[in-house]
């Protein structure tokens, strides 16, 4: 085995990665980009808090770096200054040890390569240190500062639920639980949680799902018992809802009109013996869908194509059951994806409202008489939601709300149903079914 890369590397790593998360990159790219550069479990496991810590809270540490700087680094030295951030996120949330986060820090500035910067990251850290608790008072009185949040989103989350903001805004701050979800076709969930008690993984069933087992810390997934055998996948409890509202029963007709990554896909197939049609428009994404497929021993006819657009790929067959997994802000998985408040804006969701207009006003021909559709998001907000539902139902004769929620749900117009991130231990998600007359 290689030796670990030292603590320095990994950080100067993370910082060139922040970086680059800021400016527009994914941090799931970013990541998977540097990730197999590290040979050592724990290595990538730093790589990995660094970067999630430093996206999530970096609306703070951003602006207390430049409360502790007289000239700015941010524009001519951006990886050096994602560093400084790092820096205080070691010290302030990943509560690693002062000195040596501190001495990590100067010697990752060295190791990008900056050592003009080294005495000034040794002389802000101590300064944070010494000044932590007045700074921080001063950056308490901004809600973007003290939410780590965009202005934007906060206030648009106020608008759509003023009872429930606080709560919002400090989930998203906290680290998402891992999910999975057990391959009924090839194990149980008993046999899989024998499994992980066997080599040490703490792990328990969630009450409210069948499969869904919940682990007490997160871990590389592929590296437990049952994983390469396709007895589990990952999936957070609010989405392992979309395959049981869609009820889809043996030999039926359905589409996952957007399909890709496959995992709702999989999950459809592994309750019924359904006629799959995996669709998604975007190709490069099919190879992952492909290899969920083979891993749990599943099949579907998958193929690229827009949603929007069913003349082009439809062959006039309707289909008995539909999931419409709509693009969306993904404003209810910041907890789990927080570089979406870096690059989530407040124009971007009238364009994806009339985006889920046209993939509901597409889809709804292809559905048979008496079938259900099942629109989800992973949105917290109301337009592309409940109102979207709302129009779509006043403008769609044959088409109404069924009354079905998951257990626990907040009841929404039309028979829909939302939860908040962290609500259940799950993600924030929202659920319409709708049916189609006869």
Not at 193 to 219: H, M, N, P
Not at 356 to 384: H, K, N
Request: charged residues 25%.
């Amino acid at each position: 085995m290689n030796a670990p890369v030292q603590g320095a590397e990994v950080r100067a790593l993370a910082a060139r990665s922040l970086a680059r998360v800021v400016a527009g990159e994914s941090l799931r790219s970013a990541f998977a980009a540097v990730a197999p550069r590290l040979q050592d479990a724990r290595d990538r496991a730093l790589l990995s808090n660094l970067l999630h810590e430093g996206a999530r809270w970096w609306l703070r540490y951003d602006a207390a770096v430049d409360r502790l700087l007289e000239r700015p680094l941010r524009e001519r030295e951006a990886q050096a200054h994602a560093l400084l951030v790092l820096g205080l996120v070691q010290l302030d949330i990943l509560s690693l040890p002062e000195y040596a986060a501190v001495a990590a820090t100067v010697d990752a500035m060295r190791a990008l390569h900056r050592p003009k910067f080294a005495g000034l990251a040794n002389a802000l850290l101590r300064r944070w240190l010494r000044e932590r608790e007045a700074i921080a008072a001063q950056l308490d009185r901004d809600e973007v500062t003290r939410t780590a949040h965009p202005r934007w989103l906060i206030g648009a989350l106020r608008r759509d639920y003023p009872q429930d903001i606080e709560a919002v805004l400090a989930a998203n701050n906290h680290v998402a639980p891992l999910w999975l979800r057990a391959n009924r076709r090839r194990t149980t969930r008993a046999a899989l949680l024998e499994k992980f008690a066997a080599v040490g993984i703490a792990a328990e069933a969630a009450a409210q799902l069948d499969d869904a087992i919940v682990l007490a810390e997160s871990t590389d997934v592929t590296r437990l018992p049952g994983y390469a055998e396709g007895e589990f996948s990952v999936q957070d409890g609010a989405a392992q809802w979309a395959a049981t509202l869609l009820d889809a029963r043996d030999g039926q007709r359905v589409l996952d009109a957007c399909a890709a990554p496959g995992g709702k896909s999989v999950h459809i197939l592994e309750l019924a013996n359904a006629r799959l049609v995996a669709l998604d428009a975007d190709a490069q994404r099919l190879p992952r869908l492909n290899e969920n497929l083979a891993r749990l021993g599943l099949a579907a006819e998958v193929r690229v194509g827009d949603a929007a657009e069913p003349a082009a790929w439809w062959d006039g067959k309707p289909f008995d059951r539909i999931l419409l997994d709509a693009p969306c802000s993904a404003t209810g998985i910041i907890r789990r994806q927080p570089d979406i408040r870096l690059h989530r804006r407040a124009g971007d969701i009238p364009a994806l409202a009339t985006t889920q207009t046209g993939l509901l006003t597409a889809l709804w021909p292809l559905l048979a008489r008496g079938g259900r559709l099942v629109y989800a998001t992973c949105s917290l907000l109301v337009d592309e939601n409940t109102r979207q539902i709302a129009r779509f139902l006043a403008a769609t004769p044959d088409a109404h709300g069924l009354d079905l929620a998951p257990t626990g749900w907040r009841r929404c117009a039309a028979g829909g149903a939302q939860n908040l991130p962290g609500e259940h231990g799950m993600d924030g998600f929202y659920y319409a079914v709708l049916e189609k007359g006869n």
